[in-house]
């Protein structure tokens, strides 16, 4: 009976236990329902920390009554106002700070003060603009194209010597880049190098005029102009007092980032001519249509000649193709020419120092050789015909000189597979060409050693340079100078570390010092691209084995500067600084495990990328007509007026 009632007891405090913990429970729900009612009502922005996010220098695209639609870091987004936000329509297509809270726009801040000029001068830091001096980039500037497709722009996409951009400016700094327009360029800058072109910046600069010509020079605002007569010879140094505030200047000329002065020499009739007398070019002292810059930089004075496009062909064509050659292979010269100066008058390849392109072979070889009727009349009669790629922008029209009865593509310079474009095709240089597969497939046989050892030995009626001289030719070194060979190694590699390798323990090759040896046990093409260009060399010592890449620098290293080149004529030319090209075989000469020397067979001259002008030369010989050797050369591109009714 006891253990009875005991059990009866718990049971029930039990019952009691458990409704009791159900009324807890309850009202605990009830106490969370009532707090959670209050702070919805009075207490949610107490607890709620909002998201504030700047974006700065934005291009407001269009503003609407709910919002605003703006262009940020390549993206089109759409922002609604926060409440009471108001933003006047006025503010659509102009660079602003917008601040979002929770996403939601509550200030816009419009930057309108603009300016436009003439652009002198790009580089990383600003740019320089006539009339206005040097504006450097803020830290967090943004560039827009506006034309055409709204994009993200940069400095680089900025054309010299115009004035196709705005620029937004907030306390003395250029905060947004607008590229407003693309309009047609009739003008290239192109920097003069020294004599010999043996470096980009002068010392010195000695001028005159074959007329009457200004000189002017000074802070902008206040510049000055001093007359001279024709055949009067000035001479400016880097300490010139043109370059430094005066009694005529009273201040500091237009300062850029490595640059503190422009003296601008401008002939007093069109057809008026600069000659520099400093310089020394294969015509003599040359003499430049259009207006001379000098621009003081930190290490000497850059000149830079302003000159009409088609007046700059004159000089390039002649010093680029012969004058003697056909009518129509000028004609495609003129046209390879001007399509690939207007290519880098859309994007200068020297802007720093205000100028589009140089006149040595780095880009064009420009007024080496005096200008001739014949050029001349080249360039009036394609006046501009610009090459353009199926994709709308003008085509890469590199060009070289001969052929071995084959061309590659443009990765002989770049080395990644498939960067050239598809008009760049390599292709049998043969009156049998078809353009087809066929043709094609060839040029990838010939990457094999032996089958272009077998090409390269042989020769092809057909090709229209084989009676050229530098169809094939040969090269001996009979005495190997393993020091001439270092330092010819070495000096690719301090131009390039990545494109001169040394083979490690593991036998993979990395960039590092070229180290020293005592013997050179073997050299060797490893590696051919389309059409049989060499792509990598090996040259193993004692010591290291090294791998040289790119066809330049093969024909560089290659170049023992003293032998000299058998062409197939039976005449012997020099080999002052590369071989002819890299279309070519080498057969080590070896003594007791070691070279001695080496043959080298090989064809054509230069590249081997593009337009063959004596191929041009042949074919328009046997009656083709310049557009007709482009789409040769040029697969898929056509030929347009860039100037329209100009």
């Given at each position: 009976m006891g253990r009875l009632g005991a059990d009866s007891m718990n049971r029930s405090q039990r019952m009691q236990m458990k409704a009791l913990i159900c009324i807890l429970g309850i009202l605990f729900l009830v106490v969370v329902f009532v707090a959670g009612l209050l702070f919805a009502l009075i207490g949610w922005e107490l607890v709620h920390e909002p998201v504030v996010r700047k974006s700065v220098n934005v291009w407001i695209m269009e503003v609407e009554e709910t919002g605003i639609r703006v262009y940020e870091e390549g993206q089109e987004r759409t922002y609604g106002f926060a409440e009471g936000m108001v933003v006047p329509v006025d503010h659509r297509e102009q660079v602003a700070d917008v601040t979002l809270v929770d996403e939601l726009v509550s200030q816009v801040v419009c930057k309108r003060?603009?300016?436009?000029?003439?652009?002198?001068?790009?580089?990383?830091?600003?740019?320089?603009?006539?009339?206005?001096?040097?504006?450097?980039f803020s830290e967090d500037y943004r560039g827009y194209r506006l034309y055409d497709i709204l994009t993200m722009c940069g400095p680089q996409d900025v054309v010299i010597g115009y004035d196709f951009a705005?620029?937004?400016?907030?306390?003395?700094?250029?905060?947004?880049?607008?590229?407003?327009?693309?309009?047609?360029?009739e003008y290239i800058r192109v920097l003069i190098k020294t004599g010999d072109y043996q470096a980009l910046l002068h010392e010195t600069v000695t001028f005159t005029c074959d007329t009457d010509f200004a000189v002017e020079y000074g802070a902008?605002?206040?510049?000055?102009?001093?007359?001279?007569h024709a055949g009067e010879v000035c001479s400016i140094r880097g300490d010139s007092v043109m370059f430094r505030a005066d009694s005529k200047t009273e201040g500091i000329m237009a300062t850029a980032e490595g640059a503190s002065g422009r003296v601008r020499i401008v002939p007093e009739v069109l057809t008026g001519k600069v000659i520099l007398q400093n310089v020394s070019r294969s015509q003599g002292t040359p003499a430049y249509r259009g207006t001379l810059e000098i621009v003081k930089m930190e290490d000497g004075l850059a000149v830079i000649n302003?000159?009409?496009?088609?007046?700059?062909?004159y000089s390039v064509i002649p010093s680029e193709m012969p004058a003697s050659y056909p009518k129509e292979a000028l004609k495609a010269q003129a046209i390879c020419a001007r399509t690939y100066a207007?290519?880098?008058?859309?994007?200068a390849g020297l802007a720093r120092y205000g100028a589009h392109v140089d006149d040595s072979t780095g880009y064009q070889v420009y007024n080496n050789i005096a200008e001739h009727e014949a050029a001349t009349t080249a360039v009036k009669e394609t006046f501009g015909q610009v090459l353009f790629a199926e994709d709308g922008s003008p085509a890469e029209t590199y060009y070289y000189s001969t052929?071995?009865?084959?061309?590659?593509?443009?990765?002989?310079?770049?080395?990644?597979?498939?960067g050239s474009p598809t008009y760049l095709s390599p292709q049998p240089i043969s009156r049998l060409t078809q353009g087809t597969d066929s043709d094609i497939m060839l040029a990838q046989v010939l990457m094999d050693e032996d089958k272009f050892a077998e090409f390269i030995h042989s020769e092809n009626e057909a090709d229209y340079e084989a009676q050229e001289p530098w169809y094939r030719w040969s090269y001996t070194v009979t005495d190997v100078d393993g020091d001439m060979l270092r330092d010819r190694l070495l000096q690719r590699y301090q131009a390039n570390p990545q494109r001169v390798?040394?083979?490690?323990?593991?036998?993979?090759?990395?960039?590092?010092?070229?180290?020293?040896?005592?013997?050179?046990?073997?050299?060797?093409?490893?590696?051919?691209?389309?059409?049989?260009?060499?792509?990598?060399?090996?040259?193993?010592?004692?010591k290291n084995v090294y791998k040289v890449l790119t066809e330049y620098n093969i024909r560089y290293v290659l170049c023992d500067t003293i032998s000299k080149v058998h062409r197939q004529d039976g005449s012997l030319v020099n080999a002052p600084s590369l071989l002819p090209s890299a279309y070519c075989v080498v057969e080590p000469l070896?003594?007791?495990?070691?070279?001695?020397?080496?043959?080298?067979?090989?064809?054509?001259?230069?590249?081997?990328?593009?337009?063959?002008?004596?191929?041009?030369?042949?074919?328009?010989?046997?009656?083709?007509?310049?557009?007709?050797?482009?789409?040769?050369?040029?697969?898929?591109?056509?030929?347009?007026?860039?100037?329209?009714?100009?």
């Amino acid at each position: 009976m006891g253990r009875l009632g005991a059990d009866s007891m718990n049971r029930s405090q039990r019952m009691q236990m458990k409704a009791l913990i159900c009324i807890l429970g309850i009202l605990f729900l009830v106490v969370v329902f009532v707090a959670g009612l209050l702070f919805a009502l009075i207490g949610w922005e107490l607890v709620h920390e909002p998201v504030v996010r700047k974006s700065v220098n934005v291009w407001i695209m269009e503003v609407e009554e709910t919002g605003i639609r703006v262009y940020e870091e390549g993206q089109e987004r759409t922002y609604g106002f926060a409440e009471g936000m108001v933003v006047p329509v006025d503010h659509r297509e102009q660079v602003a700070d917008v601040t979002l809270v929770d996403e939601l726009v509550s200030q816009v801040v419009c930057k309108r003060h603009k300016v436009n000029g003439k652009v002198l001068a790009v580089d990383a830091g600003g740019v320089e603009l006539q009339g206005i001096g040097y504006l450097p980039f803020s830290e967090d500037y943004r560039g827009y194209r506006l034309y055409d497709i709204l994009t993200m722009c940069g400095p680089q996409d900025v054309v010299i010597g115009y004035d196709f951009a705005d620029f937004v400016v907030e306390d003395g700094k250029i905060c947004s880049i607008l590229l407003v327009k693309e309009a047609v360029m009739e003008y290239i800058r192109v920097l003069i190098k020294t004599g010999d072109y043996q470096a980009l910046l002068h010392e010195t600069v000695t001028f005159t005029c074959d007329t009457d010509f200004a000189v002017e020079y000074g802070a902008y605002g206040q510049r000055v102009q001093e007359m001279h007569h024709a055949g009067e010879v000035c001479s400016i140094r880097g300490d010139s007092v043109m370059f430094r505030a005066d009694s005529k200047t009273e201040g500091i000329m237009a300062t850029a980032e490595g640059a503190s002065g422009r003296v601008r020499i401008v002939p007093e009739v069109l057809t008026g001519k600069v000659i520099l007398q400093n310089v020394s070019r294969s015509q003599g002292t040359p003499a430049y249509r259009g207006t001379l810059e000098i621009v003081k930089m930190e290490d000497g004075l850059a000149v830079i000649n302003e000159v009409l496009l088609e007046e700059y062909l004159y000089s390039v064509i002649p010093s680029e193709m012969p004058a003697s050659y056909p009518k129509e292979a000028l004609k495609a010269q003129a046209i390879c020419a001007r399509t690939y100066a207007y290519r880098h008058m859309l994007h200068a390849g020297l802007a720093r120092y205000g100028a589009h392109v140089d006149d040595s072979t780095g880009y064009q070889v420009y007024n080496n050789i005096a200008e001739h009727e014949a050029a001349t009349t080249a360039v009036k009669e394609t006046f501009g015909q610009v090459l353009f790629a199926e994709d709308g922008s003008p085509a890469e029209t590199y060009y070289y000189s001969t052929s071995c009865g084959i061309g590659s593509d443009g990765d002989v310079w770049n080395m990644e597979t498939g960067g050239s474009p598809t008009y760049l095709s390599p292709q049998p240089i043969s009156r049998l060409t078809q353009g087809t597969d066929s043709d094609i497939m060839l040029a990838q046989v010939l990457m094999d050693e032996d089958k272009f050892a077998e090409f390269i030995h042989s020769e092809n009626e057909a090709d229209y340079e084989a009676q050229e001289p530098w169809y094939r030719w040969s090269y001996t070194v009979t005495d190997v100078d393993g020091d001439m060979l270092r330092d010819r190694l070495l000096q690719r590699y301090q131009a390039n570390p990545q494109r001169v390798l040394t083979q490690d323990k593991d036998g993979a090759f990395v960039s590092r010092p070229i180290g020293e040896w005592k013997a050179v046990k073997d050299i060797c093409i490893v590696s051919r691209g389309p059409g049989g260009v060499a792509k990598e060399l090996l040259i193993e010592t004692d010591k290291n084995v090294y791998k040289v890449l790119t066809e330049y620098n093969i024909r560089y290293v290659l170049c023992d500067t003293i032998s000299k080149v058998h062409r197939q004529d039976g005449s012997l030319v020099n080999a002052p600084s590369l071989l002819p090209s890299a279309y070519c075989v080498v057969e080590p000469l070896v003594e007791e495990g070691c070279v001695t020397g080496y043959i080298i067979v090989g064809g054509g001259y230069g590249h081997g990328v593009g337009m063959s002008q004596n191929g041009a030369r042949n074919m328009a010989e046997e009656g083709m007509m310049a557009e007709g050797i482009l789409t040769f050369f040029y697969h898929g591109c056509q030929v347009k007026d860039i100037y329209g009714t100009i």
